[in-house]
Protein backbone atom coordinates (compact mmCIF):
# COMPACT_ATOMS: atom_id res chain seq x y z
CA UNK A 1 0.00 0.00 0.00
CA UNK A 2 1.52 3.09 -0.69
CA UNK A 3 -0.34 6.54 -1.41
CA UNK A 4 -1.57 9.30 0.32
CA UNK A 5 -3.50 9.39 3.77
CA UNK A 6 -4.98 12.33 5.80
CA UNK A 7 -4.65 13.27 9.33
CA UNK A 8 -7.34 15.75 10.92
CA UNK A 9 -4.98 17.85 12.43
CA UNK A 10 -1.54 17.27 10.74
CA UNK A 11 -2.51 17.66 6.60
CA UNK A 12 -1.70 14.87 4.45
CA UNK A 13 1.44 12.23 4.55
CA UNK A 14 2.70 9.66 1.82
CA UNK A 15 3.34 6.41 2.75
CA UNK A 16 6.38 4.97 1.34
CA UNK A 17 6.81 1.60 2.53
CA UNK A 18 4.33 -0.52 5.53
CA UNK A 19 4.65 -3.71 7.47
CA UNK A 20 2.21 -4.65 9.66
CA UNK A 21 3.06 -4.55 13.45
CA UNK A 22 1.88 -6.01 16.83
CA UNK A 23 -1.05 -3.63 17.32
CA UNK A 24 -1.11 -1.95 14.05
CA UNK A 25 0.60 -1.31 10.73
CA UNK A 26 4.32 0.33 10.61
CA UNK A 27 5.01 2.84 8.16
CA UNK A 28 7.52 4.71 6.36
CA UNK A 29 6.30 8.08 5.41
CA UNK A 30 7.54 11.03 2.60
CA UNK A 31 9.30 13.24 4.70
CA UNK A 32 9.55 11.46 8.04
CA UNK A 33 13.32 11.10 7.98
CA UNK A 34 14.20 10.31 11.59
CA UNK A 35 13.04 9.40 15.34
CA UNK A 36 11.94 12.59 16.72
CA UNK A 37 10.16 13.21 13.79
CA UNK A 38 8.22 9.62 13.45
CA UNK A 39 7.85 10.58 17.61
CA UNK A 40 6.12 13.40 17.01
CA UNK A 41 3.67 11.43 14.83
CA UNK A 42 2.78 8.41 17.17
CA UNK A 43 -1.02 7.99 17.91
CA UNK A 44 -1.95 10.35 15.23
CA UNK A 45 -4.63 8.59 13.62
CA UNK A 46 -4.40 8.38 9.69
CA UNK A 47 -7.44 8.34 7.09
CA UNK A 48 -7.97 7.10 2.98
CA UNK A 49 -10.03 9.80 1.33
CA UNK A 50 -13.48 8.21 0.62
CA UNK A 51 -13.13 8.48 -3.09
CA UNK A 52 -9.68 6.53 -2.81
CA UNK A 53 -11.56 3.84 -1.47
CA UNK A 54 -12.82 0.74 -3.60
CA UNK A 55 -17.01 0.14 -4.08
CA UNK A 56 -17.84 -2.33 -1.56
CA UNK A 57 -18.93 -5.89 -2.92
CA UNK A 58 -22.16 -6.94 -2.66
CA UNK A 59 -23.70 -7.48 0.72
CA UNK A 60 -20.25 -5.55 2.34
CA UNK A 61 -20.82 -1.85 3.89
CA UNK A 62 -18.31 0.42 4.94
CA UNK A 63 -19.35 1.35 8.74
CA UNK A 64 -19.36 5.36 7.73
CA UNK A 65 -22.12 4.34 5.63
CA UNK A 66 -23.95 2.87 8.31
CA UNK A 67 -23.58 5.26 11.04
CA UNK A 68 -27.27 7.26 10.86
CA UNK A 69 -29.23 4.73 9.27
CA UNK A 70 -32.59 4.49 11.24
CA UNK A 71 -33.24 1.17 12.54
CA UNK A 72 -37.25 0.29 11.55
CA UNK A 73 -38.75 -3.53 12.62
CA UNK A 74 -40.46 -5.52 10.25
CA UNK A 75 -43.21 -3.78 10.00
CA UNK A 76 -41.53 -0.57 9.06
CA UNK A 77 -41.72 1.19 12.49
CA UNK A 78 -38.98 3.39 13.17
CA UNK A 79 -37.15 2.65 16.67
CA UNK A 80 -33.99 3.90 16.71
CA UNK A 81 -30.69 5.24 14.90
CA UNK A 82 -27.35 3.15 14.45
CA UNK A 83 -24.57 4.78 16.02
CA UNK A 84 -21.87 2.70 15.76
CA UNK A 85 -20.68 -0.78 14.20
CA UNK A 86 -18.29 -2.89 16.90
CA UNK A 87 -16.42 -5.96 16.57
CA UNK A 88 -15.22 -6.88 20.06
CA UNK A 89 -13.54 -10.43 18.38
CA UNK A 90 -16.86 -12.30 18.04
CA UNK A 91 -18.42 -10.84 14.88
CA UNK A 92 -19.75 -7.19 14.01
CA UNK A 93 -22.20 -5.53 16.32
CA UNK A 94 -24.47 -2.64 15.22
CA UNK A 95 -25.18 -0.03 18.20
CA UNK A 96 -28.79 1.06 17.83
CA UNK A 97 -30.01 4.13 19.94
CA UNK A 98 -33.26 3.83 21.04
CA UNK A 99 -35.67 6.24 20.29
CA UNK A 100 -37.45 8.01 23.36
CA UNK A 101 -34.67 6.48 25.99
CA UNK A 102 -31.40 7.57 24.66
CA UNK A 103 -30.09 3.74 25.92
CA UNK A 104 -28.01 2.23 23.47
CA UNK A 105 -28.54 -1.63 22.32
CA UNK A 106 -26.13 -3.71 20.64
CA UNK A 107 -27.00 -6.08 18.23
CA UNK A 108 -25.55 -8.80 16.26
CA UNK A 109 -24.71 -7.69 12.53
CA UNK A 110 -26.35 -11.04 10.93
CA UNK A 111 -28.61 -12.02 7.95
CA UNK A 112 -31.36 -13.36 10.63
CA UNK A 113 -30.60 -9.84 12.85
CA UNK A 114 -30.38 -7.49 10.13
CA UNK A 115 -32.64 -9.07 7.15
CA UNK A 116 -32.47 -6.18 5.01
CA UNK A 117 -30.39 -2.99 5.14
CA UNK A 118 -30.73 0.04 2.15
CA UNK A 119 -27.90 2.71 2.48
CA UNK A 120 -29.85 4.67 -0.72
CA UNK A 121 -33.06 4.56 1.59
CA UNK A 122 -31.10 5.18 4.95
CA UNK A 123 -32.73 2.77 6.73
CA UNK A 124 -31.69 -0.60 8.01
CA UNK A 125 -34.56 -3.81 8.96
CA UNK A 126 -33.34 -5.06 12.36
CA UNK A 127 -35.04 -8.16 14.29
CA UNK A 128 -34.84 -7.46 17.75
CA UNK A 129 -34.57 -10.28 20.30
CA UNK A 130 -37.51 -10.97 21.96
CA UNK A 131 -36.88 -9.51 25.39
CA UNK A 132 -35.41 -5.56 23.47
CA UNK A 133 -38.11 -6.09 21.12
CA UNK A 134 -40.37 -5.29 23.81
CA UNK A 135 -38.35 -2.33 25.04
CA UNK A 136 -38.00 -0.77 21.68
CA UNK A 137 -41.57 -0.90 21.31
CA UNK A 138 -42.32 0.54 24.90
CA UNK A 139 -39.76 3.03 23.52
CA UNK A 140 -41.66 4.40 20.74
CA UNK A 141 -45.27 4.27 22.36
Same mark, same amino acid.
Given at each position: ?????? +???????F? @??????????V??LA???? @????????????????????? !? *??G???? /?? #? %??? =? *???? *?????? @????????? /???? %????? =????? +?? #?? !??T? *? =???? #??? /????????? !?????R????? =??
Amino acid at each position: MQGRLV +SLDRGEHFV @REHREGGVGVVARLAGISD @RDAAERLKGVELYVRRDRLPP !P *AEGEYYH /AD #L %IGL =T *AIDP *AGRAFG @RVTAVHNFG /AGDL %IEIRL =TGSGK +SE #LV !PFTD *A =TVPQ #LDV /AAGHVVIIM !PRSDQRKARQN =TD
